[in-house]
């Protein structure tokens, strides 16, 4: 196992603090950071209103960036992944980019209370236009009730971050 490449991805409610977090990591450590959202924004600015739409986008998105990140890997180049680990089946497409390419990877699980990322939901959203995806307190938690907190028989290296 190449253990001077990592690839750092991210568990956590919405709004918990993982981009922020993933941001810091990568600034630091001087990592490739890919980010989600980004990536759907542009691709996909009118397509996505519902989770339904997310998965859908999401999961292309995936398919699409899969063979670019084994790639820097594979170059020797740690990514740093900001794209929800937040259900079994997210994380298992992650360990299949780690597995394949024999690189370490660490789990960093941002654990925050509900109230607290609705606090940071609200405040996050006050520059955001009305109707914007994902902002909303229902939304929240819509979203939640699909989250699956990672345990460790799923075999990665948690980092556990409790707020």
């Known amino acids: ?3 001077k490449v990592t690839l750092h991805s991210f568990c956590g409610k919405m709004a918990a603090g993982k981009s922020t977090l993933a941001k ?3 600034k630091e450590s001087n990592h490739i950071l890919l980010i989600e959202d980004d990536w759907l924004s542009e691709l996909y600015p009118e397509e996505i209103s519902c989770i339904a739409d997310y998965i859908k986008y999401s999961s292309r998105l995936k398919k699409i960036l899969s063979n670019h990140i084994k ?3 594979l170059q020797g ?3 740093v992944l900001d794209f ?4 079994k089946e997210q994380r298992n497409w992650l360990r299949t980019l780690y597995d394949e390419e024999k690189v370490s990877h660490t789990l960093h699980y941002v654990d925050v209370d509900n109230d607290i990322c609705k606090k940071q939901l609200k405040e996050r959203s006050k520059n955001k236009p009305e109707g914007m995806a994902f902002t909303s307190e229902a939304e929240f938690d819509a979203i939640t009730k699909y989250f699956q907190a990672p ?3 799923e075999g990665f290296n948690i980092i556990h971050y409790q707020h």
């Open 24 to 26: 810091k990591l990568a």
């Open 84 to 87: 929800p680990a937040n259900t």
């Open 1 to 3: 196992m190449n253990t």
């Open 71 to 73: 790639s820097l890997l």
């Open 151 to 153: 345990l460790e028989d």
């Open 77 to 79: 180049i740690s990514v």
